[in-house]
């Protein structure tokens, strides 16, 4: 009997700790057939209640997003467009600063596939993705969908084998078409008949939200390039042109609106162009390449040295030419050319303007490049309009100037700043370190102060006229923008500053995470010189091992326990633990002093070496240094949530029960001193 009741109770034991293993995401996938080549692969996430995972394009900085990755594509099948995902929420995040995409209950995505191989049988897809609560879970499926009968004729088009990154759309196609049941990995092996699965559609008051946000955005860039020397000039020359050589008031009105919306036909067609050369779904992929942005860095300093009066960037003359004979035509066609005229002599001013609001509206993606030129070019055509239903309002206008330079001058500090924002969002991507916050800051604060000091007169640049003087609506931007630069300051020192954030480099990517005022993440040089081998600086000062053997080898060499702190880059709650938690005086003496900390990143990237790459016991293949320390987890713990904590001794022999996420200070501290307290026994 008592056997009996060992074996009930090892039972017993044994579901318990099977119950940790994290599952809070099951997956259902099915094939629908589109035609003769082409299927639809169908990717349906249930996601458990109070959890949530995150859309392919929530930002960087924030948590991590779900990747696609499509095996053996080459010689097998092409893609068709990007992988549509159903709705996300748009929450702001409090501990990376940064506005987070993700799905709650339910997600849904959708990838079109072109068969290019008659006698492709199936295909495998990888996908990775991190799901939250009160802890993380970083996971991967392998998902193998079966293919239906195709009549696909032998074909020499190859594709590379590669991740592809999706775009966000405004809906996903649910027309029930010819389907094929595929087996699902993580959920039942039952076999149905595969139907497409309906999704909720689109809400469209976030997507509507960002539109009208470029739409203003570039309004206010158009009414700037109004006030420029290029542009504001003409306003007088143009209106007195249709209103002195029409034959009637109403044929110089009807003129200038067709003047007017020839302008606009103008720009709104350069955004159609853009949108057409890169695909509506391709923006936001775009936006978020490496090159992308960093081309987009040259070009805008560029942009700000011709504003700041380096040298002038024009057109060929000979295509001024062209244009100017076409506008001597007369009529619509004619007036149409006059209006092209305008784009083209006035692009030195308006170039850099449109530039960057093309680069800003494509990170929208979608239609963002056509709303953002329809809001720019309604701003510079409106003025014309009303001057020429209204003739006496330009007795108000002020007289050209030296004002006008000044305007130009101010975009051109502007440009330079949002420059090293497309900068920021290439290092962001590479993790290479170069324009953490604080160095972020420090450039903006030395753009904005230059700029301030511009505007009280204390620096002349190149076309700048002398001035004995300044106007009141000088001195007033001049104090603003000084405001403006004082506020920036304190960030250097860990304020969040919450005006600008997701638009500066978060707090957890920074040299000093918790602020460099922070009296108890302030390391001493001698600190760092005294490190030992393969440690690090790690949160709040703290001596860490981001290496399990290498920092168990240490413990055993000073002989202290070892605290084993499974975590992640993009684990909010971790990030709240060494925050809330950790800096606590007592629980950081102990953690510098008493234990050997030993972080272990599951959502690290970087890959392993080719030799150490390995297939885990449940068949997974490990490549990556994040993959090896989660399999690690898996194997040893039966869990897979951070943030997670454990004690051992110098053998890696656990001598405390492990904890998850504790935000109460007193609690986590109790079991810090009961796990140092067994080893000393």
């Not at 709650?104 to 199936?122: C, D, M, R, Y």
């Not at 149409?336 to 308006?350: G, Y």
């Not at 230059?450 to 620096?459: D, N």
């Not at 630069?485 to 304190?490: D, R, S, V």
Request: with cysteine; proline share 5%.
């Amino acid at each position: 009997m008592k056997r009996f009741y060992a074996l009930l109770l090892l039972f017993f034991t044994f579901l318990s700790s099977q119950a940790q293993l994290l599952n809070p995401v099951s997956w259902k996938t099915s094939v629908e057939k589109k035609s003769d080549t082409e299927v639809v692969l169908v990717f349906d996430a249930n996601i458990e209640h109070e959890w949530h995972m995150f859309s392919q394009f929530t930002p960087d900085g924030g948590s991590l997003p779900t990747v696609f990755n499509f095996k053996n594509a080459k010689g097998n099948f092409e893609l068709v467009g990007k992988t549509k995902e159903s709705p996300y929420k748009k929450v702001y995040s409090k501990d990376f600063e940064v506005d987070e995409y993700m799905f709650e209950g339910k997600a849904q995505f959708k990838q079109t596939v072109k068969i290019t191989n008659p006698n492709l049988k199936s295909i495998s897809v990888y996908v990775e993705y991190q799901v939250c609560k009160e802890s993380c879970v970083q996971d991967d499926k392998t998902f193998e969908f079966k293919l239906p009968p195709m009549n696909v004729k032998p074909t020499t088009t190859t594709t590379d084998a590669k991740t592809d990154v999706a775009t966000p759309v405004t809906s996903l196609d649910t027309a029930t078409t010819e389907t094929n049941t595929v087996a699902d990995t993580t959920a039942t092996s039952e076999v149905k008949e595969a139907t497409s699965t309906s999704v909720e559609p689109v809400s469209e008051k976030e997507e509507k939200k960002s539109l009208w946000g470029i739409f203003i955005l570039a309004f206010l860039g158009g009414f700037a390039a109004l006030l420029t020397p290029c542009v504001f000039p003409m306003i007088p020359m143009t209106v007195s042109f249709f209103t002195k050589q029409s034959k009637t008031k109403a044929a110089g009105i009807r003129n200038a609106f067709i003047y007017g919306i020839s302008i606009i036909v103008i720009y709104v067609g350069l955004g159609m162009i853009i949108s057409a050369i890169f695909g509506i779904d391709s923006l936001n992929a775009l936006s978020t390449n490496v090159w992308f942005n960093i081309i987009f860095f040259i070009i805008l300093i560029v942009f700000a040295a011709s504003f700041l009066g380096a040298f002038e960037i024009v057109l060929p003359n000979s295509f001024l030419n062209k244009i100017d004979r076409q506008a001597d035509r007369g009529g619509v066609v004619g007036i149409f050319f006059m209006a092209l005229a305008l784009a083209v002599v006035s692009f030195s001013c308006t170039g850099p303007i449109v530039g960057s609001l093309l680069g800003e509206s494509a990170r929208q993606g979608g239609i963002g490049p056509i709303v953002g030129m329809l809001g720019f070019s309604s701003a510079i055509a409106l003025p014309f309009m009303l001057f020429a239903m209204f003739p006496g309002w330009m007795n108000s206008l002020p007289k050209s100037g030296g004002w006008l330079n000044t305007v130009k001058v101010s975009l051109g500090f502007l440009e330079l700043a949002f420059a090293f924002k497309f900068l920021s969002n290439a290092d962001l991507v590479l993790q290479t370190h170069l324009l953490e916050r604080e160095v972020f800051l420090a450039i903006w604060i030395a753009v904005f102060g230059a700029w301030a000091l511009y505007l009280f007169g204390k620096l002349i640049l190149p076309h700048d006229s002398p001035i004995t003087h300044i106007s009141v609506g000088r001195l007033f931007v001049a104090l603003f923008v000084t405001t403006f630069t004082i506020y920036l300051i304190p960030g250097l020192w860990g304020a969040p500053l919450k005006i600008l954030s997701g638009f500066t480099p978060p707090m957890t990517y920074s040299e000093s995470p918790y602020g460099v005022g922070y009296q108890n993440n302030a390391v001493s040089t001698s600190t760092v010189s005294a490190l030992p081998e393969n440690a690090h600086i790690g949160p709040l000062g703290i001596t860490a091992f981001h290496d399990y053997e290498q920092g168990l080898a240490y413990a055993k060499k000073v002989n202290k326990p070892v605290l084993l702190d499974f975590t992640g880059h993009a684990c909010a709650n971790c990030r709240k633990m060494e925050e809330n938690v950790w800096s606590d005086a007592e629980i950081l003496k102990i953690l510098k002093n008493d234990i050997v900390l030993i972080s272990l990143y599951g959502d690290d990237q970087r890959e392993l070496p080719k030799a150490e790459q390995y297939v885990s016991k449940s068949g997974s293949e490990v490549t990556t240094i994040g993959k090896k320390w989660r399999e690690f987890q898996i194997e040893r713990y039966n869990i897979n949530a951070q943030p997670y904590y454990v004690i051992l001794d110098v053998d890696g022999k656990d001598i405390s029960k492990p904890v998850g996420y504790t935000p109460d200070v007193a609690e986590y501290k109790s079991w810090l001193k009961n796990g140092i307290a067994n080893f000393k026994k």
